[in-house]
């Protein structure tokens, strides 16, 4: 069986609170080739590491993010000493350490996210991921060359086709819609295909038997036997 990358899940999700420099840094102490993170913007203009629209469930504050400045945010605590951090401060701790996956949550960041990733100097690989696939479209007019992964939630029989419209290398499914026919279209198609977000160590080994490409994990430490 060939090597299935290990990706932490908004870091290592499982282990600190998600999307902070402690989830980040446990994910590369446990050795995975990727973390995964959200990117969100404030109202002035910053990216940040987060998933929901506001910030009411992983911290003390209140509010959306798009209407609330940095300064607000950084108010507010995500847990164990945690704040919400910026992209820049992700890509500061990751680099020369792991591999990053941006999933762009909002339309019209891919720009500023490719430009951020760059003047930033990072070095290792980088996959733009997104459920809006237009964003995609957006990131390789950036960089022609980079590494894009086309999220879906829905799967039809088009589905294939469209990750090749929108120029995806990657494409991510969830773990419990994947199928021996499903990931063997894909990967016809030449396309690599993670999986997410699979977390019991039955779901995970469903995911090997797969032959996918990568796993998704808030526990990326229980992705073995491969």
Avoid at 46 to 72: E, P, Y
Avoid at 103 to 129: D, S
């Amino acid at each position: 069986m060939p090597q299935v990358l290990r990706i932490g899940h908004r870091g290592a999700a499982g282990h600190a609170p998600e999307n902070t420099l402690a989830a980040i840094q446990k994910g590369i102490t446990l050795g995975v080739d990727f973390v995964e993170i959200d990117v969100r913007r404030t109202k002035d203009g910053v990216l940040v590491a987060l998933h929901d629209r506001t910030v009411n469930r992983t911290t003390d504050g209140k509010g959306s993010i798009d209407r609330l400045s940095l300064q607000d945010v950084k108010q507010f605590k995500a847990g164990d000493g945690e704040h919400i951090p910026t992209l820049e401060e992700v890509l500061k701790v990751a680099a020369g350490k792991t591999g990053l996956m941006l999933e762009l949550k909002i339309r019209g960041a891919a720009q500023q996210t490719v430009e951020a990733v760059r003047n930033a100097g990072f070095r290792n690989p980088v996959i733009y991921a997104s459920f809006l696939h237009d964003e995609l479209t957006h990131v390789r007019m950036v960089d022609p060359e980079a590494s894009l992964m086309a999220l879906f939630g829905v799967l039809s029989r088009a589905s294939v086709a469209r990750a090749i419209r929108y120029g995806a290398s990657h494409v991510g499914i969830r773990q419990r819609k994947a199928t021996d026919p499903l990931v063997n279209s894909f990967h016809r198609a030449g396309l690599l295909v993670f999986v997410y977000t699979a977390d019991a160590p039955t779901e995970i080994q469903h995911a090997l038997s797969l032959n996918v490409d990568g796993v998704i994990s808030n526990y990326p430490e229980r992705i073995t036997g491969q």
